[in-house]
């Protein structure tokens, strides 16, 4: 028989290769094995409570319900948003969003017994919340939880989270609420680059999703540099990790032992049109150059191209700030940068390209390693494909 910690790893394994939204943000909250609670939970600092024998009973299907539906707790920030109002009630409201949500993304399956409201993946929970006291005289739940509709009773019969939440508390300070609500936008923010980057599930429902939580939760629009700093994270490994060979070296798989996490290969591609100012240039190596120094790259080449790449650099990170001054000022096709990487540096971890957008782009899928874009315009005529943010000058530059 399958045992709970397998069927846990299957369901993030699952995850990992078919939803990178959900994957990404379950990854940046600690899970916490507690037998106090009957399936899982979200505790007010964000951790995810879980209980590994009652996951026993369950699917991997439902497994993968359940983690995408603590994921959209902290995603939609729900401890966050309760207030004053009755916990029970309150999560009763946050469940029927979170389910309608999961069966119309069609992700896992619907645990039986669960939450269900009709449309309700279209409304807010404090909306539904307010219609319960509103128009409610009780109502029964699983694990018989009982409400009877009195405004001035507090709580419910069966509890069934009560005692969790002596351990856990029922609120944060502000301090803390600040420094979750801001790990949460981070998290919210590189869980849909993530998901755009690698093109997957972009369906009706799931750009629904993202469009809300793009309005409703990232009301504070992210520095370009501090999404820059999250895209380049992704390729740091950490301590002991089996790296994919050097093609000028050897073609065996060998491990290699970091005293601290870095990356592999990096590539920056510059434009160097005229519209790129030596001011812009600046302010874009000064937020490079800090990434660099966090990430580690073993090697970065920084390749310089207008119609194609004219200048090809070799860097060490320990070399930053080594100089960027543009050279050329010709016409653009950054696709000259993409041609480069597939013919020399196929195995580079990632790349990024620092233009003025007026270029051809490369069509879908040609991109052989991950790459964004850092774009000076917004221009209509970007694909949707090309996985882009857009710089804006520092306040102080």
């Known amino acids: 028989m399958t045992n709970p910690v397998d069927k846990l790893l299957q369901a993030k394994t699952h995850l990992a290769l ?4 959900f994957s990404t943000m379950l990854y940046r909250f600690p899970m916490i094995e507690t037998g106090i609670i009957p399936f899982a939970a979200v505790t007010p600092r964000g951790q995810i409570l879980y209980n590994a024998q009652a996951i026993e009973k369950l699917s991997v299907d439902e497994i993968i319900f359940l983690l995408c539906h603590e994921v959209l707790h902290i995603a939609f920030s729900h401890t966050l948003r309760r207030g004053n109002r009755d916990h029970m009630i309150f999560n009763v409201a946050c469940d029927a969003v979170i389910n309608e949500t999961l069966i119309e993304l069609g992700v896992g399956r619907f645990i039986e017994d669960g939450v269900r409201l009709e449309n309700a993946q279209n409304r807010y929970a404090e909306d539904i919340y307010d219609e319960i006291f509103a128009n409610v005289k009780f109502i029964r739940l699983t694990y018989d939880l009982i409400f009877s509709g009195d405004k001035n009773i507090t709580g419910i019969k069966g509890d069934s989270l009560g005692k969790a939440r002596k351990i856990y508390g029922d609120t944060i300070s502000d301090s803390l609420a600040k420094d979750l609500d801001n790990e949460v936008k981070l998290a919210v923010a590189e869980a849909i680059t993530k998901q755009k980057m690698m093109g997957k599930g972009m369906g009706h429902a799931m750009g629904k999703l993202i469009t809300l939580l793009e309005d409703y939760v990232l009301t504070e629009k992210l520095p370009w540099h501090v999404l820059l ?19 000028r070296f050897s073609v065996v798989y060998l491990p290699s032992v970091d005293k601290e996490a870095r990356m592999g290969t990096l590539v920056v591609g510059i434009d160097t049109s005229g519209s790129i100012s030596d001011e812009k240039l600046a302010c874009f190596g000064r ?14 080449f920084v390749l310089w191209c207008d119609t194609q790449v004219a200048k090809v650099e070799n860097h060490q990170w320990q070399e930053v700030p080594f100089e960027l001054k543009a050279a ?19 195995e580079a971890d990632a790349c990024v390209i620092f233009t003025d957008g007026l270029t051809p782009y490369p069509e879908k899928n040609e991109e052989e390693i991950p790459t964004l874009w ?14 882009v943010v857009f710089f804006e000058m520092d306040e102080d530059s």
């Open 18 to 21: 078919k939803e990178p939204f």
């Open 229 to 247: 700093g999250q895209y380049m994270n992704k390729f740091v490994n950490q301590n002991q990790s089996w790296r994919r060979p050097n093609k």
């Open 287 to 300: 937020h490079l150059f800090d990434v660099i120094e966090e990430c580690k790259p073993e090697e970065v």
């Open 328 to 346: 050329g000022r010709g016409g653009t096709d950054m696709r000259s940068i993409n041609k480069w990487v597939s013919e020399n540096a196929p």
């Open 374 to 387: 850092v774009i000076t315009n917004k221009l209509p005529s970007i694909p949707d494909h090309i996985h």
